[in-house]
């Protein structure tokens, strides 16, 4: 009798890690169209790119308002991420020996795909440079021949959530001091750093990626 009731426990174990480790049918839409950046029905897809080699050694990394990664940079490189319409708070991260935080505010609409730029500042390697791709100005354009030109990274997140746990309390004092240099920050600073929902492409619009 013990042990058939340890056989069942181990066999209870086994479905239970084996359910939480395969991704549901709705996770893999949303992993496919993270990937095709076509946003999938009632969501929007938010992409990230880094279109420039310099320290390419610095590892930027993406979380949302919950702490949760969300996607990682390495050298030319850009990243999906799928998100439900509406408002957000994402903070890039950049990490050398100590970790600075740039706010940028996404206020998204379901269909649309965002594109968001980063680059890294000069001599400076836990700096990060963010700016928004709007619509309307000649970024926009360009931004379809960014992501052509750098690799997609994998959406495999869980060295990104590992560093992230490890570093959580260093990560919260640097999304702190972004915040206070978004408020102390005028109008052109933040505008740079928001997304609006006019500002996302159509199905038909992102067939060049």
């Keep these: 009798m013990r042990v058939s ?21 709705a996770e893999k839409r949303e992993e496919s169209a993270a990937e ?27 979380v949302d308002q919950k702490r949760r990664c969300r996607g990682m940079l390495k050298g030319r490189s850009h990243s999906g991420m ?52 709007r619509r309307g100005t000649p970024r926009f354009d360009e931004a379809t021949h960014w992501i052509a030109g750098t690799k997609s990274i994998s959406r495999d997140l869980t060295e990104c959530t590992q560093w992230v746990a490890k570093k959580s309390s260093k990560i919260s004092a640097a999304i702190s001091a972004a915040e206070q240099e978004w408020e102390m920050s005028g109008d052109f600073y933040q505008n740079a750093r928001t997304l609006r929902p006019q500002d996302g492409r159509t199905k038909k619009e992102i067939v060049d990626f």
């Design 5 to 25: 009731m340890l056989s069942t426990y181990a066999a209870c174990l086994f479905c239970v890690s084996l359910a939480m480790s395969t991704p549901t049918e």
């Design 36 to 62: 095709s950046y076509v946003a999938p029905n009632g969501k929007a897809v938010v992409v990230l790119v880094r279109n420039r080699a310099l320290l390419g050694s610095v590892k930027f990394r993406v």
């Design 82 to 133: 799928v998100i439900k319409p509406g408002k957000h708070k994402l903070y890039i991260l950049a990490a050398k020996r100590v970790i600075q935080a740039e706010r940028v505010d996404a206020k998204v609409t379901a269909g649309r795909t965002y594109i968001i730029e980063t680059r890294p500042r000069a001599r400076m390697k836990e700096r990060v440079d963010v700016e928004t791709v």
